[in-house]
């Protein structure tokens, strides 16, 4: 299996051992200031961004701004699982060329534009995206008094260990 699969895998995997430890209340919870914004909405973007990677179209074109955003997914842990579920299967069986050019449709606040990329470069973002994503993800854990058992949840794999320590 090509290593950029394999390391958004991994870091979707993560996904699966958290959202096991929520309930629904916690999932749906959009108390945490400055952006409201819940755990659920969070991991339910990460899921749409890797979905519209996977649909793609017959034309080597993906557009990042037809998410499917069903709110199902951030309210409820089990559709939010089997969301999971079904873009890992999805991504264990995505056969593509790491270097093969396509059309990247998005918005970066000046309205939709077309984007050069390769697969690979917008799996690595992916990849990238969900732990930026993660990052958010534990600071309303935290303002949430929510415990994890996960130590590196939300750090960049380059990060030094050092970093890492609970202080």
Same mark, same amino acid.
């Given at each position: 299996? $090509?290593?950029i699969?394999q390391a958004?895998?991994?870091?979707?995997n993560?996904?699966?051992?958290?959202?096991?430890?929520?309930?629904n209340?916690?999932l749906?919870?959009?108390?945490?200031s400055? !952006? !409201?914004?819940?755990?659920?909405?969070?991991?339910r973007?990460i899921?749409?961004f890797y979905d519209c990677?996977?649909?793609g179209t017959? =034309? $080597?074109?993906?557009?990042?701004?037809?998410?499917s955003?069903?709110k199902r997914?951030?309210?409820?842990?089990h559709e939010?699982? =089997?969301y999971l579920?079904?873009i890992i299967d999805h991504?264990?069986?995505?056969?593509f060329n790491?270097?093969?050019?396509?059309?990247?449709v998005?918005d970066?606040g000046?309205?939709?534009?077309?984007?050069? !990329?390769?697969?690979?470069?917008?799996?690595?973002?992916a990849n990238?995206?969900t732990?930026h994503h993660?990052?958010?993800?534990n600071?309303?854990?935290?303002?949430?008094?929510?415990?994890i058992n996960?130590s590196?949840f939300g750090?960049?794999?380059?990060?030094?260990k050092?970093?890492?320590i609970n202080k």
């Amino acid at each position: 299996m $090509n290593i950029i699969l394999q390391a958004s895998l991994q870091t979707l995997n993560k996904s699966e051992v958290i959202l096991k430890q929520l309930c629904n209340t916690q999932l749906s919870d959009a108390t945490v200031s400055p !952006y !409201y914004s819940s755990i659920g909405t969070h991991f339910r973007h990460i899921l749409d961004f890797y979905d519209c990677i996977l649909k793609g179209t017959p =034309n $080597n074109k993906v557009d990042l701004t037809a998410r499917s955003r069903n709110k199902r997914v951030e309210e409820d842990c089990h559709e939010a699982l =089997n969301y999971l579920n079904k873009i890992i299967d999805h991504l264990k069986a995505f056969q593509f060329n790491e270097t093969q050019l396509i059309r990247v449709v998005d918005d970066l606040g000046t309205g939709k534009i077309e984007i050069p !990329y390769t697969y690979g470069a917008l799996l690595s973002q992916a990849n990238s995206h969900t732990i930026h994503h993660y990052a958010i993800i534990n600071y309303i854990f935290d303002r949430l008094h929510i415990k994890i058992n996960d130590s590196d949840f939300g750090f960049n794999p380059s990060t030094p260990k050092e970093s890492l320590i609970n202080k």
